[in-house]
């Protein structure tokens, strides 16, 4: 179970702290309006984060119930979207970079329930999250991996998502550290970009050819005397 936990924590904390529409639209409100604003708008994003979730693991299982033959394709394509994911992000660094320059935030009637709902909804309507919490569990969880073992890694997901957040806000509050962020974004992306298609490469090779040991759950009989 550890090690399963271990593969969705490192592939998610990449993917999280990676800059992209969550760490950009939290880093801006923090900076626009204030810190309180800012973990409103993180409430918004565990609470996504749970969602899409849940929504992976439930049909992840239910796909490798209805057809389970499908498990090692489901692995190949998810590694496969990984590679592409980290391949993209170091393609488009310098696009991404440059376009951080034009986003903002419009502080003017900013409640802290506009900053939840802000979070929630840019986190729901992005395609990534649903394709990246896909592509973990088809690679990183068991064809038949139990209730605790889904929930867990649900529950490590949000604590990894929030954990991030919370500290981008705490520190992207002050806008000298912000702008020193934005400058350093195309070396970030690039380092996440390889480091997606590494983990995306070394999971697709463990979990397509390892193969459990079979544990022999009895003693072989003893040998007869007679």
Same mark, same amino acid.
């Given at each position: 179970m550890l090690s399963h936990l271990l593969a969705v924590a490192s592939v998610w904390l990449v993917a999280t702290v990676s800059p992209g529409p969550n760490c950009l639209m939290t880093a801006r409100i923090a900076v626009a309006r204030s810190r309180g604003a800012g973990l409103a708008a993180v409430c918004g994003i565990g609470i996504a984060t749970a969602i899409w979730g849940v929504c992976g693991l439930a049909v992840i299982k239910a796909l490798f119930l209805a057809a389970p033959w499908a498990h090692a394709a489901l692995k190949l394509a998810g590694a496969g979207y990984l590679i592409y994911s980290g391949t993209r992000l170091i393609v488009l660094a310098g696009k991404r970079s440059a376009a951080d320059a034009t986003l903002s935030v419009d502080s003017?009637?900013? +409640?802290?329930?506009?900053?939840? %709902?802000?979070?929630? *909804?840019?986190? $729901?309507a992005n395609p990534r999250s649903a /394709? +990246?919490?896909?592509?973990?569990?088809? !690679?990183? #969880?068991?064809?038949?991996?139990? #209730? +605790?073992?889904?929930?867990?890694?649900?529950?490590?997901?949000?604590? !990894?998502?929030?954990? =991030?957040?919370?500290?981008?806000?705490? $520190?992207? *509050?002050?806008? *000298?550290? =912000?702008?020193?962020?934005?400058? /350093?974004?195309?070396?970030?992306?690039?380092?996440? %970009?390889? /480091? $997606?298609? /590494?983990?995306?490469?070394?999971?697709? #090779?463990?979990? %397509? +050819?390892g193969t459990a040991p079979v544990i022999p759950t009895e003693a072989p009989p003893l040998p007869s005397r007679a």
């Open positions: 003017r009637g900013f +409640s802290t329930g506009r900053a939840f %709902g802000i979070g929630l *909804a840019t986190s $729901l /394709l +990246s919490v896909a592509s973990i569990f088809a !690679i990183a #969880l068991p064809a038949q991996s139990s #209730l +605790s073992l889904g929930v867990a890694s649900v529950a490590l997901m949000v604590a !990894i998502s929030v954990g =991030w957040y919370v500290c981008v806000v705490w $520190l992207f *509050a002050a806008e *000298a550290v =912000w702008n020193g962020y934005r400058r /350093l974004r195309r070396i970030i992306d690039r380092i996440a %970009g390889g /480091l $997606l298609i /590494l983990l995306g490469a070394r999971l697709a #090779l463990e979990r %397509g +050819s």
